[in-house]
């Protein structure tokens, strides 16, 4: 495809910067991260800013006639995720001691104060066997599940967390859509 005009390709860069627009993430596998690299990894954009300064915003000229008052304006965030393979009882949404272990330091990091007033979203992912509408209902209470264990255990009441059941949408391995590696759980500190 050949671009003529200058429009061409600003649809073109437009498009591949579409095709990019999925949260950083973090893939640990089976592997169990520290509650300090949750938090580094959760952390990584806000620590370069300090606090109160202006990263956006309009400048205000002073002419005189009055002494504007204004706020500081809060870094805006971008999506940053970890995906974990947390393993449930077959075919069901009970987690295993294994996965309670692998979300202890979730839990803790979420708690901490470095982490605290961030919001969250929880989704869960199988692999490509069984019904669509099968899959995404057993990865919603999968999401519910860890949603469940990590605000009884780590007190997150206040913090906001949202759930979803991807199913077997998003594969982690498209080139194996029945792999083990595809039934996950991703834990994304959304934008603000």
Do not use: W
């Not at 393979?85 to 901490?112: C, H």
Request: net charge neutral; with cysteine; charged share 30%.
């Amino acid at each position: 495809m050949v671009f003529q005009s200058g429009r061409g390709l600003l649809l073109l860069s437009l498009l591949l910067c579409l095709s990019h627009v999925q949260a950083e993430e973090a893939n640990f596998g089976k592997s169990t991260p520290s509650e300090e690299k949750i938090i580094e990894l959760f952390k990584s954009d806000t620590a370069d800013v300090e606090p109160g300064i202006k990263t956006r915003g309009i400048n205000i000229i002073e002419t005189g006639k009055s002494n504007p008052r204004h706020k500081p304006v809060t870094p805006v965030l971008e999506e940053k995720a970890i995906s974990m393979e947390i393993l449930f009882d077959y075919n069901s949404a009970t987690l295993t001691e294994q996965a309670k272990t692998q979300l202890r330091p979730v839990g803790a990091a979420m708690a901490s104060d470095d982490l605290k007033g961030l919001s969250f979203r929880i989704e869960g992912h199988t692999d490509a066997i069984g019904g669509d509408q099968f899959n995404i209902d057993l990865s919603r209470r999968r999401a519910e599940a860890v949603k469940a264990f990590l605000s009884e255990q780590y007190r997150l009441g206040d913090t906001p967390i949202q759930i979803v059941g991807k199913g077997k949408k998003d594969l982690a391995d498209k080139a194996n859509p029945d792999s083990e590696v595809n039934r996950r759980v991703r834990i994304v500190r959304l934008a603000q």
